[in-house]
């Protein structure tokens, strides 16, 4: 339990942030915002006060309040908890009232659209009298108006505020309330405004639809050259729901129109703007320096920064986040936190000064470089520090001035010598500092540290000593112990710098998921916990209550009675202590408020509460957008506009194209007739000048890809951001001069095939011997890999892209009628789907892949570069060849649904536009002269082999697309399997390709099946043995991943949008025995809704013989009975799951994660986690495994036969299961 949680911030920003960074904001913590924000008197009652922020109307001139950018974080919140309590409303301007009795009136500078009031206090009365609403009938200005008071409906009430009159009647107790609404003439905000507005979370009403005109032709109903697609510009929160995949963005510029622009085709929006978006949607990075554990770094991502924290590699307990291993002592280091500094989106740097050489035995005050005379190895050490200490000055130095934008701090002992550096020294005295004290943060120890910052806003965090009673002993001479900062030190601080980021323009999204993770959530593949947001939080709401006691606690830190008006169960989050952690509250209700502890619980949901929230949830596999904004575009077009729209667009397109290549073909051979030989003989024909010209007109963010196409592609060296791809940061591990010098030795190793050893390298072998040569290396083997710096990654998605446009084809086309697409920003791409779709012989989805024929020979090598290419031939020739994946979306501009696996392009169309797909690609290609693969091409078909799987769209009635394996590829692995289970042992060198194909096929295809079997390859491959014998649960797992294989079942993917998803609640129960045993419980809760709605339950005993198994080995048998209860719940309810969206909710911390990942290392979880796999091979369920706190299990009560606590799920049926195991029925629990 932390003792301390530090000063409260007593900004309202930082509140704010901390309060999105927790999950939707709650009703009292809104309230508790709003009293922090700075008030203005009310508009319609001069006594009362009011703070607004959004939109306003003066003198019918519209524009955006200062509070959107003075306190962005409060916006955020605010429009947040509207968006989450009315989910229908549309409102650009949010207004809480401080006991506001406004006269009659109305709103006549209102939309027309609804305002929704939500109370934030308790009162009673106060309701809002509005014209039309009941019988009563009032003289209002010499007017007779009839109506009456409006009730609360869900802690809501909504009405035409500009069209009927209205008034606040009277109330007792404080009456604050949030109304959010409309401004008229909002359209008539700029785009920068307009953009500010859904940045911060509004929700702008609909622009009027525009119905296209009726035509005798239902292939010809598209829009007019003035219409367009129907446009709803719906934000997000900067709260990421599940699926939004949202980033909260700075204003941005609108986009003019190009000069260029295409004729009858005005409702394209310009499909490149994506990549350009990049910059703004990206998260701000923290870096943190010499991070140890990583605990800050870690804080810092649960507010939603992306992190790289940066250490030597020094050995700390407990690593709380991935730290980039890198010696500060060597200038690539310095040179790659340089170049960080150029691409990335730095919000903050903090650096925290290594202390291990700081101590007096090192150093003084008049010696702050060293002791005189000092002797090995503590000579050494100081050396190796001060080379990082002048690093580190030498960084901070350029930060300073040319990085200015960026927050710097520095955290060192308040008693160091290296504060007398020069370069520190300077440092101290120019800069804004704080003195800190390790147990003002909860810490035992009283450690003061000097925080050196170039921003103003920590002095809040500064103290000495609270008055502890006792300290202990400070652990080495820094401040962290054990490479850790104090927990609540670590939320201060990140508290601080997020506030200080909004004021900068950053928006964090602390729950954003990544594009790479929804893409597969939408491919319907669960990604790991921590990669996705949890779909309820863990708490209802939290509050912080004062105090002279400590509260009644268990040991997990639950409250065991109500206490000062906290529920039972509530969990003590953190407490402070005036007097210290070591100083015990004082006796006696009687005290000052200054002696008073503060506690702060986080309050559960009761179970019937939790359900109702259960019941709101969509499957995420439905609310995941799978593609680019790009492609969501072109399916958008595709759909609403009809194949005439789509080939009229796409042949004006390509006349416009084809202008600018006769325009600029004197140019193109100029530019030919001026590069190096070697890289004209590999460019050929191209045009790149045509490429660049409309790469220009598509606003196309990567300028330096034309350098790369006529002078050659780097393999070393640093590669600038080009905001294609998703950002990071992956730097050089050694230089230019480093890999030459150990290219010799390189070579050699290569060269040499050591029989003694893995035998991975047979050869050499002469050409005539190897036949068709293929690179295959990727550059990692002969150090090239090393020398090169990015700061982008690129997510091949390729397969997942084009399955989930086939189903979403397929749902709008015959399911629902109508296209809904959220883009990144929030804007909604909505239509009805074009009739001529509603034929499934024109809307059936068809595939093919595009392959460049020799991809690796069409793009240059810069000449400088080419003998880093040359790996063991002894006579290197002069041919270039290279190739980097930097995609333009000029298929995108042409209306083709495809992505790009390095020189391969899926492709999926509508089978009535399959034909006009083919052409428009194979002229584009003509077009810019790049070689397609035309004789292993293969038209477009229902049944697709591409990227190594089958792509089947053939079901008539678009029900599912069916991935599988290629049959030669599916009996090449089996047979491999085969034999490795006849021997009973692995060969360890055999391991690495066997894995690789194991990994594609659990990506792709096989789903929950095997999924043991590929985790035990995974280990196996490290093993350092050359054979290795598997155990009895190893070989059934290989067992089941090959009999999955044999039977070839493809996988499918669902695209009907079904029924709500079936709910499972399961939970385990042990207790120790008086006769020395355990006794093992379960319980689960079934509700299935739709059609044929139900409740379902069991509660039983686990066998007393399976239980023993598992206490021969284990004390601890709570994640056994927790993960038997998921299975037994899988197995009983087979015919409710079987096929069907399921969302199960699970208490357990490492049962969700097994489940999740489908693997174990714990031979009785792996025996369970089987019989999963069994039960789910006949008709798999689409799973989703989430959390539920134990406190909120519905099946909780089962599991411990409390059937008198069951009474809100009435009726339901009580199952009694037979065991999965044994098959014996299983003993009901009894109470």
């Known amino acids: 339990m932390t003792k301390h949680a530090g000063p409260q911030v007593g900004s309202p920003e930082a509140f704010a942030a901390a309060i999105l960074a927790k999950g939707l904001p709650s009703k009292d913590d809104v309230l508790a915002l709003a009293r922090m924000l700075p008030m203005s008197p009310s508009p319609r009652d001069e006594a009362a006060k009011s703070f607004s922020t959004g939109a306003c109307v003066h003198g019918g001139a519209v524009n955006i309040r200062k509070t959107c950018g003075l306190h962005p974080f409060a916006t955020l919140a605010l429009t947040a908890f509207v968006r989450a309590k009315a989910p229908e409303c549309t409102f650009s301007t949010v207004t809480v009232l401080f006991e506001d009795s406004a006269p009659p009136h109305r709103d006549l500078q ?30 209002l200005d010499g007017k007779e108006v009839i109506g009456g008071p409006l009730e609360w409906v869900g802690d809501c009430v909504k009405f035409r505020a500009d069209k009927l009159t209205h008034f606040v009647l009277p109330w007792k107790g404080s009456r604050v309330v949030l109304v959010a609404f409309c401004v008229r003439f909002f359209t008539e905000l700029d785009g920068d405004k307009l953009a500010t507005l859904t940045s911060l979370g509004f929700r702008l009403p609909n622009p009027s639809d525009l119905c296209p005109p009726a035509s005798a032709d239902p292939c ?21 729901s599940p699926g939004d995949g949202f980033i909260a963005a700075p204003p941005r510029a609108s986009a003019e129109p190009s000069a260029n622009h295409v004729p009858h085709s005005p409702s394209l929006v310009r499909l490149a703007e994506e990549p350009r978006k990049a910059h703004l949607f990206e998260k701000p990075l923290f870096i943190e320096v010499c991070a140890g554990s990583a605990l800050l770094s870690s804080v810092a991502r649960e507010a939603g920064f992306d992190i790289l924290p940066i250490d030597a590699g020094h050995k700390v307990p407990r690593a709380y986040a991935h730290v980039l291993r890198l010696d500060l002592r060597e200038s690539l280091t310095l040179q790659f936190l340089e170049n960080v500094l150029q691409n990335r989106a730095v919000a903050w740097i903090h650096f925290s000064l290594p202390t291990g ?10 010696s702050p470089r060293g002791l005189p005379n000092l002797q090995e190895p503590g000579a050494s050490r100081v050396l190796a520090a001060n080379a990082i200490f002048d690093n580190v000055a030498t960084l901070l130095q350029k930060v300073l001035a040319s990085f200015p934008s960026v927050g710097v701090s520095v955290e060192h002992p308040i008693g160091s010598a290296v504060w007398e550096l020069p370069a520190f020294a300077q440092l101290r005295r120019s800069l804004p500092r704080v003195t800190l004290t390790a147990c003002f943060f909860g810490a035992f120890y009283n450690r003061k540290t000097l925080l050196v910052t170039n921003r103003d806003v920590f002095q809040s965090m500064g103290g000495l000593c609270p008055g502890c009673v006792s300290h202990g002993k400070p652990p080495g001479s820094g401040f962290r112990l054990d490479g850790s900062y104090p927990k609540a030190f670590c939320e201060a601080f990140v508290g601080h710098v997020a506030a200080h980021s909004a004021s900068c323009g950053f928006f964090l999204a602390p729950q954003a998921v990544s594009t790479l993770h929804a ?59 005036p007097g210290g952690p070591n100083c015990p509250p004082h006796p006696g209700p009687y005290l000052p408020d200054t002696s008073l502890t503060s506690f702060t619980f986080g309050v559960y949901r009761e179970p019937s509460t939790f359900l109702k929230e259960a019941k709101l949830l ?325 049944v697709t082999e591409m990227l190594g799987v089958l792509v089947d769209t053939s079901d008539d009635s678009l029900a599912s697309v069916k991935i599988g394996n290629k049959p030669d590829r599916a009996a090449a692995l089996s047979e491999a399997l085969g034999s490795i289970i006849s021997s009973g042992r692995v060969e360890v060198r055999t391991l690495p390709t066997l894995f690789g194909r194991l990994q594609f096929a659990k990506a792709q295809i096989l789903g929950r099946t095997g999924r043991l079997g590929v985790a035990d390859v995974r280990k196996l491959e490290h093993s350092k043995s050359e054979f290795v014998d598997l155990r009895d649960d190893q070989l059934q797992a290989f067992k089941v991943l090959r009999a999955r294989l044999l039977r070839g079942a493809p996988r499918s993917l669902s695209s009907s949008p079904g029924e709500p998803p079936v709910l499972v609640f399961t939970d385990g129960a042990c207790e120790p025995t008086a006769s020395g045993g355990h006794l093992a419980t379960v319980g689960g809760v079934l509700i299935v809704r739709g059609r044929h709605p139900q409740v379902r339950t069991f509660g039983c005993k686990v066998n007393d013989d399976l239980v023993s198994k598992w206490s021969s080995e284990k004390r601890h048998l709570i994640g056994q009975t927790e993960l038997f209860a998921v299975v037994l719940a899988r197995s009983l309810w087979s015919q409710y799951l079987a096929n069907k969206r399921t969302l199960f909710f699970i208490d357990h911390s490492g049962v969700l994660g097994a489940c999740v990942s489908g693997s174990a290392t714990d031979p009785y979880w792996r025996e369970l986690l089987l019989h999963f796999e069994a039960a789910d091979e006949p008709g798999p369920c689409l799973s989703w495994f989430m959390r539920v706190p134990s406190h909120s299990n519905l099946a909780d009560a089962p599991s411990r036969a409390k059937w008198s606590e069951m009474t809100y799920l009435e009726p339901y049926s009580r199952d009694r299961p037979a065991c999965f195991v044994s098959g014996t029925l299983l003993a009901d629990v009894e109470s």
């Open 110 to 139: 209102n939309h027309s659209c609804e305002n929704h009031v939500f109370p934030l206090s308790t009162f009673s009365g106060g309701k809002l009298w509005v014209e039309g609403h009941g019988d009563e009938r009032l003289v």
């Open 220 to 240: 010809d109903r598209g829009p007019g050259p003035s219409e367009a697609p129907e446009v709803d510009r719906e934000p997000n929160t900067g709260i990421a």
């Open 357 to 366: 050489t700081t101590g007096r035995v090192f150093r003084s005050l008049a």
């Open 519 to 577: 893409s597969r959530t939408a491919a319907q593949a669960q990604p790991r916990a921590s990669k996705f947001p949890p779909l309820i939080s863990e708490f209802a709401y939290t509050v912080s209550v004062r105090a002279p006691r400590v509260p009644p606690l268990n040991n997990k830190s639950c409250l065991t009675a109500s206490w000062l008006s906290v529920p039972l169960g509530s969990k003590l989050l953190r407490s402070s202590f």
């Open 618 to 942: 969509k499957h995420p596999f439905d609310t995941c957008r799978g593609l680019p904004d790009g492609m969501l575009k072109v399916l958008h077009f595709i759909l609403v506009q009809g194949p005439v729209g789509v080939m009229r667009h796409r042949l004006n397109v390509i006349k416009l194209w084809q202008k600018w290549a006769s325009e600029l073909a004197p140019e193109e051979e100029k530019l030919r007739a001026s590069l190096h030989p070697d890289v004209r003989a590999v460019l050929g024909n191209k045009r790149v000048l045509l490429m660049k010209k409309i790469a220009s007109s598509l606003n196309w963010p990567d300028t330096t890809l034309w350098d790369d196409l006529t002078q050659g592609f780097k393999l070393t060296g640093s590669q600038p951001r080009t905001g294609v791809f998703e950002p990071d940061c992956k730097p050089a591990i050694s230089s230019e001069s480093e890999f030459w010098m150990a290219a010799s030795a390189q070579t050699r190793n290569v060269e040499e095939a050591d029989p003694s050893g893995k035998q991975w390298l047979h050869g050499p072998l002469s050409r005539a011997e190897v036949g068709k040569w293929r690179p295959i290396d990727d550059f990692s083997e002969n150090g090239v890999n090393a020398c090169f710096e990015c700061f982008e990654r690129l997510s091949l998605k390729a397969l997942d892209e084009v399955a989930w446009v086939c189903m979403y084809i397929m749902k709008a086309c015959k399911y629902t009628g109508s296209v809904d697409l959220e883009l990144s920003d929030g804007t909604r791409l909505r239509g009805p789907v074009h009739a001529c779709w509603k034929d499934v012989a024109h809307s059936k989805p068809q595939t093919k892949a595009y392959d460049l024929k020799s991809a690796y020979k069409q793009l240059p090598l810069r000449p400088s570069e080419q003998a880093k290419a040359v790996l063991v031939l002894k006579k290197p020739g002069g041919s270039a060849c290279g190739f980097v994946c930097k995609t333009l979306p000029l298929l995108w501009e042409l209306l083709v649904l495809t992505s790009c696996y390095f020189d391969d392009y899926p492709a999926a169309a509508p089978t009535l536009l399959s034909q006009s797909t083919d052409h428009v690609v194979h002229s584009l290609m003509d077009l810019l002269q790049f070689q397609m693969a035309k004789p292993k091409e293969k038209p477009f078909a229902t």
